[in-house]
C-alpha cells in the first residue's frame, strides 16, 4: 500500500473520536476520523501537481493576494464514478485512503496555499460522510457530533501552527457558487495573516464585544429571530448583505469552537443544520450557499465572538444573487428584501429541533 501510517490512531480529547494520521508519499497529511476500513490493496496516493504559489500586495486595497497557478487543472464536476473524495475501491484510487470513513481531512492536492514560502499558509479539505449523495443538512446527529469535534480538533492544529494567524472554516455548496465536487465538504484556510474581513470585525470599538450587543439587540427587537434556545440565536440580521442571510451565535461570549463544551458545539451545529435545511424547504431546491465560521485568530481577541454567517444566494425561486458592479467595484451591498420579511419566510419553513439533541442543546 504506497502510503505510510506515521502512528496509531490517536486518541484526543474529543468525546468518542479516534483520529488516525496517515503520510502520503507527496508529504500530504490525511487524518480519519472515527471509524474506517483501511484501503484496499494496491492504493496509489494522487500527487500534488507543480505550481506556483504566491501571496502578492495589493497596495491600493492593502490586503493581499493569493496566487495559486496550479488550481486551473483541479477536478471539475466529475461523474459520480470518479469522484475523488470518495472510499477508494480495488482498481480506484481517491483522495481518501480508505475502504470507508466517518469523516476525513486532507491537505488539498489544489491548494490556494503551501506551508513553504512565500505563500506560507495551509489548505485542507473536510469530508463529513463517505456518502456521495448526502450533505451537511442530511447527515445524522451522530456525524454532527463527529464534525462538530473533527472542526474543533483541526482549529486547535491549526491555530498552534508557526506562522498561521488565523484558521479559517467554510462550506461552498452549490455549482453556482462555484463548487467542483459535488460529495458533502467544507474546506480550512490557514492564513499566515489575519484576512480582511475578520480584521475589521476585530477591530476593537469599545470595552464591550459588538457580536455581544448585536445578539441582545435582535433579541430585544425579536423579528427577525429564528432560533432562540439552547444558549444559541440564529437570525436575519437588519443590514443583511444577501437575500436571507442568517448569523447564528451562542449568546454567551466564546471566541472559538474550543470555548464550547462538547454538547455546546453540538448544539451549534444543529442549529446550522436546521438552517441549512429551512434553506432546502424555502423554494424547494437545494440551496445553494457559503457558510463562514467567525472565530477567535490565533493570537486570542478578546472581541472575538464565534459566529457563523450563511449566505444563501438564490434571491427567489430559480433568480440568483449577482454580484455586480456596486458590490464588486465599489464594495457596496445592495439587498433585495427586507430582512423581516425574509425572517418571517424562513420562519414558515423552519423545522422543529431534534428531539434526541434536547439534552446536548447547552453551551
Not at 334 to 345: P, Q, V
Amino acid at each position: 500500500m504506497a502510503h505510510t501510517r506515521i502512528a496509531s490512531p490517536i486518541i484526543h480529547a474529543m468525546p468518542r473520536a479516534v483520529r488516525t494520521d496517515i503520510l502520503q508519499p507527496d508529504g500530504r497529511h490525511v487524518h480519519l476520523y472515527g471509524d474506517y476500513t483501511p484501503a484496499p490493496a494496491g492504493y496509489q496516493a494522487p500527487a500534488m501537481p507543480n505550481g506556483v504559489y504566491e501571496r502578492r500586495w495589493n497596495p491600493l486595497r492593502r490586503e493581499w493576494v493569493l496566487v495559486a497557478a496550479s488550481r486551473q487543472a483541479r477536478t471539475f464536476l466529475p461523474d459520480r464514478a470518479d469522484c475523488p473524495l470518495c472510499p477508494s475501491s480495488p482498481g480506484r484510487s481517491t483522495e481518501i485512503p480508505a475502504a470507508s470513513y466517518e469523516a476525513a481531512v486532507f491537505e488539498n492536492r489544489f491548494p490556494a496555499m503551501v506551508p513553504w514560502p512565500p505563500a506560507g499558509g495551509s489548505c485542507e479539505v473536510v469530508v463529513y460522510t463517505d456518502e456521495h449523495e448526502a450533505s451537511f443538512a442530511t447527515l445524522p446527529v451522530s456525524r454532527l457530533e463527529l464534525l462538530a469535534e473533527v472542526w474543533t480538533d483541526r482549529y486547535r492544529d491549526l491555530s498552534a501552527r508557526r506562522g498561521i494567524k488565523y484558521a479559517y472554516i467554510f462550506e461552498n455548496r452549490g455549482e453556482q457558487v462555484g463548487v467542483t465536487l459535488h460529495h458533502p465538504h467544507g474546506q480550512i484556510y490557514a492564513y499566515p495573516f489575519v484576512p480582511p474581513v475578520a480584521a475589521s470585525e476585530l477591530t476593537r470599538r469599545s470595552g464591550e464585544c459588538l457580536q455581544c450587543e448585536l445578539i441582545a439587540d435582535e433579541l430585544k427587537q425579536r423579528h427577525r429571530v429564528l432560533i432562540n434556545e439552547g444558549g444559541l440565536t440564529a437570525y436575519v440580521p437588519a443590514y443583511a448583505r444577501w437575500p436571507y442571510e442568517v448569523h447564528v451565535a451562542p449568546r454567551a461570549h466564546r471566541a472559538a469552537l474550543p470555548d464550547l463544551s462538547p454538547a455546546g458545539r453540538l448544539a451549534l451545529l444543529v442549529a446550522m443544520q436546521r438552517i441549512a435545511r429551512t434553506y432546502d424547504r424555502l423554494f424547494e431546491v437545494p440551496m445553494p450557499y457559503m457558510m463562514a465560521m467567525h472565530q477567535s485568530p490565533a493570537e486570542v481577541a478578546e472581541q472575538a465572538h464565534l459566529h457563523i454567517e450563511f449566505y444563501p444566494i438564490l434571491r427567489e425561486r430559480g433568480k440568483l444573487k449577482y454580484l455586480a458592479g456596486s458590490e464588486s467595484g465599489a464594495g457596496v451591498f445592495i439587498n433585495d428584501t427586507l430582512a423581516e420579511e425574509s425572517a418571517e419566510r424562513l420562519r414558515a419553513v423552519l423545522d422543529e429541533p431534534l428531539a434526541s439533541t434536547a439534552d446536548a442543546n447547552r453551551p
